[in-house]
């Protein structure tokens, strides 16, 4: 039946004035949890303050959003509620990042500062850039969150749950600016003692599809390299995978396969293994990202800064004679 076939008196526009932020956040959360009961929980209200408000927007759009099947089994949105709560999560995003701009207007420099990062960034460029930060800005509380999803760690900057992030370019659209920080050359590493480790130079990109790799499952950086190669017509022989740089090359170093491996995220004392001569591969850009409707406030401001003085004195030393970007390390 259309809808203008129904027996109910349509529903104009100025009914949706009647919906309110909680209504839409009641649709999420019953969309996350599956069941009042739990969304109430989850929002602090009554389960019947939840039903109340999801009757009212209901009501208010003229569609039935959740299907409730009764008993134990899990409630669901219908394709109208999933319609809305696509316009819904932006809208409550929306709210929860002003919330966020406002304390962070509040707290000025003895806030805290919500920054996303991942496990390369976090043991090689983390630790010197905090000892910067630190110093200029003493009194702000610095939480991390770690992630091996650049998309995770940008849903949170959305909402208003992070700050800042550390991203890979490019990334997906959305109400983002970015500054790019520096280029990651890929490297292929391999047990000290094979043969490979021997050569002089540049390793062939053909030749590495006849070889054992440790691969990736969730990091982007792996993806990234796999999607070029693959492009080239060049199939990896994946044996393992692994986003633990730890186990990665650990497992080079015992003798088990080769990793394409940003230089990043090469351990560079370790005797285990080599690192040869950067890929014909597109290097790894990394940038730190933020919400673009949001203020960044005087913290967020110096975090950036020191990042990117920071970061350019590793990309000097990367492509300088003698750094782990130009030539084999061992």
């Given at each position: 039946?259309?809808?203008?076939?129904?027996?109910?008196?349509?529903?104009?526009?100025?009914g949706?004035?009647?919906i309110?932020?909680?209504?839409?956040?009641a649709?999420?959360?019953?969309?996350?949890e599956?069941?009042?009961?739990?969304?109430?929980?989850?929002?602090?209200?009554?389960?019947?303050?939840?039903?109340?408000?999801?009757?009212?927007?209901e009501?208010?759009?003229?569609?039935?959003?959740?299907?409730?099947?009764?008993g134990?089994?899990?409630?669901?949105?219908?394709?109208?509620g999933?319609?809305?709560l696509?316009?819904?999560?932006?809208v409550?995003?929306?709210?929860e990042?002003?919330?966020a701009?406002?304390?962070?207007?509040?707290?000025?420099?003895?806030?805290?500062?919500?920054?996303g990062t991942y496990?390369?960034?976090?043991?090689?460029?983390?630790?010197?850039?905090?000892?910067?930060?630190?110093?200029e800005?003493?009194?702000?509380?610095?939480?991390?969150?770690?992630?091996?999803?650049?998309?995770?760690?940008?849903?949170?900057?959305?909402?208003?749950?992070?700050?800042l992030?550390?991203?890979?370019l490019?990334?997906a659209?959305?109400p983002?600016?970015?500054v790019?920080?520096?280029?990651?050359?890929?490297?292929?590493?391999?047990?000290?003692?094979?043969?490979?480790a021997?050569?002089?130079?540049?390793?062939?990109?053909?030749?590495i599809?006849g070889?054992?790799?440790?691969?990736?499952?969730?990091?982007?950086?792996?993806?990234?390299?796999?999607?070029?190669?693959?492009?080239?017509?060049?199939?990896?022989n994946v044996?393992?995978?692994?986003?633990?740089n730890?186990?990665v090359q650990?497992?080079?170093?015992?003798?088990?396969?080769?990793a394409?491996?940003?230089?990043?995220?090469v351990?560079?004392n370790?005797?285990?293994?080599?690192?040869?001569?950067?890929?014909?591969?597109?290097?790894?850009?990394?940038?730190l990202?933020?919400?673009?409707?949001?203020?960044?406030?005087?913290?967020a401001r110096?975090?950036?800064?020191?990042?990117?003085?920071?970061?350019?004195s590793?990309?000097?030393?990367?492509?300088?004679?003698?750094?782990?970007?130009?030539?084999a390390?061992?």
């Amino acid at each position: 039946m259309s809808i203008m076939e129904r027996d109910e008196p349509p529903v104009h526009r100025d009914g949706w004035l009647r919906i309110e932020l909680r209504h839409l956040a009641a649709l999420r959360a019953v969309a996350e949890e599956g069941a009042f009961g739990a969304a109430a929980a989850k929002l602090g209200y009554t389960q019947s303050a939840v039903s109340q408000q999801i009757a009212t927007l209901e009501r208010a759009v003229g569609e039935r959003l959740i299907d409730r099947p009764g008993g134990p089994r899990r409630v669901s949105l219908t394709e109208a509620g999933e319609v809305l709560l696509g316009h819904a999560e932006r809208v409550v995003a929306g709210m929860e990042a002003a919330w966020a701009d406002l304390q962070a207007l509040a707290a000025g420099d003895a806030g805290t500062l919500r920054v996303g990062t991942y496990q390369s960034v976090g043991s090689r460029i983390l630790p010197d850039l905090m000892r910067r930060f630190v110093a200029e800005r003493p009194g702000v509380e610095v939480q991390l969150t770690e992630s091996t999803s650049d998309q995770e760690l940008l849903d949170l900057v959305e909402r208003g749950e992070l700050d800042l992030t550390f991203t890979v370019l490019p990334i997906a659209d959305g109400p983002f600016e970015t500054v790019e920080l520096m280029s990651d050359a890929y490297l292929l590493t391999v047990p000290a003692g094979s043969a490979l480790a021997r050569m002089d130079g540049r390793p062939d990109l053909g030749a590495i599809g006849g070889l054992q790799i440790i691969g990736t499952r969730h990091c982007f950086a792996g993806a990234q390299a796999e999607r070029f190669l693959e492009g080239l017509g060049i199939e990896l022989n994946v044996v393992f995978r692994s986003d633990d740089n730890g186990t990665v090359q650990g497992l080079v170093g015992a003798g088990m396969a080769a990793a394409l491996m940003p230089a990043l995220a090469v351990e560079p004392n370790d005797e285990q293994i080599v690192a040869l001569a950067p890929l014909e591969l597109p290097p790894r850009r990394i940038a730190l990202a933020w919400h673009r409707h949001r203020a960044l406030s005087p913290a967020a401001r110096t975090f950036i800064d020191r990042a990117v003085e920071l970061c350019a004195s590793l990309d000097a030393e990367a492509t300088a004679p003698g750094g782990v970007g130009t030539i084999a390390s061992r």
